[in-house]
């Protein structure tokens, strides 16, 4: 029984800001910081727009992509640090609006920014046990970080919806997690920023885990470097991505279509989702596919895609991810804080 | 004030707010959006069925809100429109982005956001907006 990805779509707010106008406000070396970064701009969501819209629409370009009855999905789980509600599903909403069945298993995830594709591996397990037809995994994120802060110049916003049934796009051909007690970066319940560990983010967390996961999916299913054609890997910036595709010993060239965090920031849990569907859009019958996610706390979810000859008929049935990425429009600093509603009035 | 906290009333319209679900009359075919449960052409001849729009249209009308009711302060200026939908009927709606690009005969999609919020303990509601399509 071949089970994959049947429907997949993405969205990303039109609103971006610069490193350099961010810089300008907090006299900080915006060169610097760009290089070190590797990110140029991020999203940023208008002011009606948060985790519950930006699921709506990438969700929306799932359908059309699977073309199937919504009424057959039988599970939808939205992956997200941002939900608006701290108490009240954000599924429960994004089923209503996308019309979907009352008999419907639904539940909020949150694992920082991992939560989108833990979603994808209960939908599998779901399907490939039978009890449902389809599941909708979603993970999405207006990410904030505090002004000033090292995190305001990548906390972007998107996000990627992915439906998981019979007759794929993509073949989902295993899973695999690494996950550690480590605490890199943190939200106290009703802060409305997080805190970091700062540099002590990046080794006993993001690379670690990351490699782990990535290694142990293809000991699992006995794949090689060689037999992938693209990766995908959680962005929360270009700098991470990068390194990590060079330890574990992969071309660059296979990592360049799904760095998206160069135009649009990191969206959290909608990061390694819509690196993966920038990847779908161009991707051709055969391809095979890695993704490794990240959420700090800590743990990665790695899989691997085998694409098949159905990419073809349903690649331009809905907006692709660069139509998104490239249909924007820049805001400076003011409008920025007012977006973000970091202005009381 | 139907948005302030009126969780009732909110629940009974969801269906038409969140995805432009109206009705249509299938023995003359007109289409009504709020939905309608009867057609003033067929009257007791009419057959309503529940009827989904694509949210494709065109603007017939607009005006700039630059002093907002309650609960839009945070939008202005904005602008709110008369939209002429593809499969026949008119309804208002905001449309969102730069209130410069808004112009009547300009085409027309639907999004969903958030419309407004009752206050930080409160409701987020949501539902349908319109934006331009260039
Ligand atoms: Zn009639």
């Known amino acids: 029984m071949v089970i994959g990805i049947v429907g997949y779509g993405a969205y990303v707010p039109k609103y ?3 490193i350099d106008e961010i810089a300008k406000v907090w006299g900080q070396d915006a060169q610097a910081l760009r290089k070190g970064l590797l990110v140029e701009e991020k999203s940023v969501p208008a002011m009606d727009e948060d985790t519950i819209t930006i699921s709506v629409e990438a969700a929306r370009n799932a359908l059309l992509r699977a073309g199937i009855d919504p009424i057959k999905i039988g599970a939808l789980y939205i992956g997200s640090e941002s939900h608006p509600y701290a108490v009240k599903s954000s599924g429960t909403i994004v089923a209503q609006a996308l019309g979907l069945s009352t ?23 779901l399907v490939k046990a039978g009890e449902i037809e389809y599941g909708l995994a979603i993970g999405a994120d207006t990410s904030q970080g505090r002004p000033g802060d090292a995190l305001e110049y990548t906390a972007g916003a998107g996000g990627a919806a992915y439906i998981i049934g019979k007759d794929p796009l993509a073949e989902l051909e295993g899973t695999f997690s690494y996950t550690t007690d480590t605490t890199d970066f943190w939200r106290r319940d ?9 540099r002590f983010s990046g080794h006993p967390g993001y690379f670690t885990h990351v490699l782990s996961a990535s290694k142990g999916l293809m000991k699992k299913l006995s794949l090689k470097v060689e037999d992938f054609d693209y990766v995908v890997l959680h962005m929360p910036n270009g700098k991470f991505p990068t390194n990590a595709c060079k330890l574990l010993g992969f071309p660059l060239e296979k990592l360049e279509t799904s760095l998206v965090v160069k135009r649009m920031g990191n969206c959290y849990s909608g990061s390694s989702p819509v690196g993966l569907s920038a990847v779908l859009d161009v991707a051709k019958p055969g391809n095979r596919i890695l993704m490794t996610s990240y959420g700090s706390g800590a743990g990665s979810d790695s899989f691997s895609f085998l694409v098949t000859d159905k990419i073809l008929e349903r690649q331009n049935k809905a ?13 400076d600093y003011g409008n920025y804080v007012k977006f973000r509603g970091k202005l009381k009035l | 004030m139907p948005y302030k906290s009126s969780v009732p ?18 023995t003359c075919n007109q289409v009504f959006f709020p939905p309608a449960d009867f057609c003033p052409q067929c009257r007791r001849k009419g057959k309503i069925e529940k009827f989904q729009f694509s949210g494709n249209g065109e603007v017939v009308s607009y005006t700039v809100i630059r002093v907002a009711p309650e609960g839009f302060e945070k939008y202005v200026p904005y602008v709110v429109a008369i939209i002429q939908l593809d499969e026949g009927t008119r309804i208002s709606g905001q449309i969102i982005g730069d209130i410069n690009k808004v112009e009547i005969e300009k085409r027309v999609k639907s999004v969903f956001r958030r419309i407004t919020e009752d206050n930080d303990q409160g409701l987020i509601h949501y539902g349908i907006k319109f934006e331009i399509v260039d």
């Not at chain 2, 909110?10 to 679900?21: E, G, I």
Request: glycine residues 8%.
């Open chain 1, 16 to 18: 971006r800001i610069t």
């Open chain 1, 103 to 125: 008999n419907l298993m639904v539940a909020d995830f949150e694992f920082a920014c991992k939560a989108g594709t833990a979603a994808m591996q209960c939908c599998y397990g």
């Open chain 1, 190 to 198: 009703g802060e409305k920023y997080p805190s970091h560990g700062a």
């Open chain 1, 319 to 331: 907006p692709t991810t660069e139509n998104y990425i490239s249909k924007k429009e820049n805001i």
């Open chain 2, 9 to 26: 009333l909110f629940w009974r319209l969801k269906d038409a707010k969140y995805s432009l679900v109206g009705t249509k009359c299938i």
